[in-house]
């Protein structure tokens, strides 16, 4: 009989590329996927496997196989929440992911708060960008997701997966101190061309928007300095270096030498919880949604 923890390993690595990806999103170390995917070559008698220049990729029947497991953990979900449910308690394993600067602004005390009120509740939380978490969650990769949008930005909603609001966040323009926009009480997207932009690489969504954004109010951005994490961004215009547009959510306290300038409109970006329509009855996840949701008006006025 194949060995279920052996085939929810394969899923992960089919799932999320490489074996050291699908070790953090399950919470073991690369070897014990490595040698979890093995055992299952042995069991199976086949090759799963290959080597593709440093890394791995799936063979043909590791494909199928990954397929089969996705179905036998669909069968083991429904049977999770129907148990759950019959209880009316939250409990379990409840696998969460969510955007950088939600895991650091409003993860932390979401976590607490459950673990505290609710301890047979085991939450795992992993850092993933926001549109690849929607996958996750449609794929069985993960429980529950938190992710973003922007106006010009709809986020995908796949047919399957459900989704809350959370809240709106907020974000600014933060421009070096003896900056012309320091002193302003605001500024028009209108004003904004021809200023040397710090901004997220291409592909990422505060990234579109500010371009498109831009382009539409007559202006190209010229984008100086790129950074993947808001910290590097903030500390890049605090050497005076450029000016970059944050969401609030996570930011902290900002460095000396940089100053938060509202835009005129403020710019918004919506925050959602996403959830399989097959686990929707799981106390689990109602529970930490409308925690979630309880937790944003404290969070959301703390940057």
Known sequence: MLDLQRLRALHAV????????????????????????????????????????????????????AGTAQELLAIVERAETELEERRGMPAGRLTVAAFASAARGLLPAVLADLATRHP????????????????LVARGAVDLAVAHDWDISPLPA???????????????????AGHPFA??????????????????????????WLVRTLRAAGS??????????????????????????????GRGALPEGVVEVPLDPLPVRRLYALWRAGAARRPAIAETVRTLQSHWPTVSTHP
Not at 37 to 53: D, W
Not at 183 to 208: F, K, M, N, T, Y
Not at 230 to 245: H, S
């Open 14 to 65: 089919s799932v999320h590329g490489t074996v050291g990806a699908a070790a953090a999103a399950l919470g073991y170390t690369p070897s014990a996927v490595s040698q979890q995917i093995a055992k299952l070559e042995r069991e199976t008698r086949t090759v799963l496997l290959e080597r593709r220049g440093r890394g791995v990729r799936l063979t043909e029947q590791a494909e199928q196989l």
């Open 120 to 135: 047979a509740l085991d939450t795992r939380l992993t850092e993933v960008d926001p549109h690849l978490s929607v996958d």
């Open 158 to 176: 796949p047919p399957g997966v459900e989704q809350a609001v959370i809240g709106d966040d907020l974000c600014d323009l933060l421009v070096p």
């Open 183 to 208: 002193g302003r009480a605001s500024v028009r997207r209108e004003d904004l061309g021809g200023q040397r932009w710090i901004c997220q690489p291409p592909g990422r969504v505060c990234h579109d």
């Open 220 to 249: 190209e951005p010229d984008i100086v300095h790129q950074a993947e994490e808001n910290p590097t961004l903030i500390a890049l215009v605090a050497a005076g270096l450029g000016v970059a547009l944050i969401p609030r959510l």
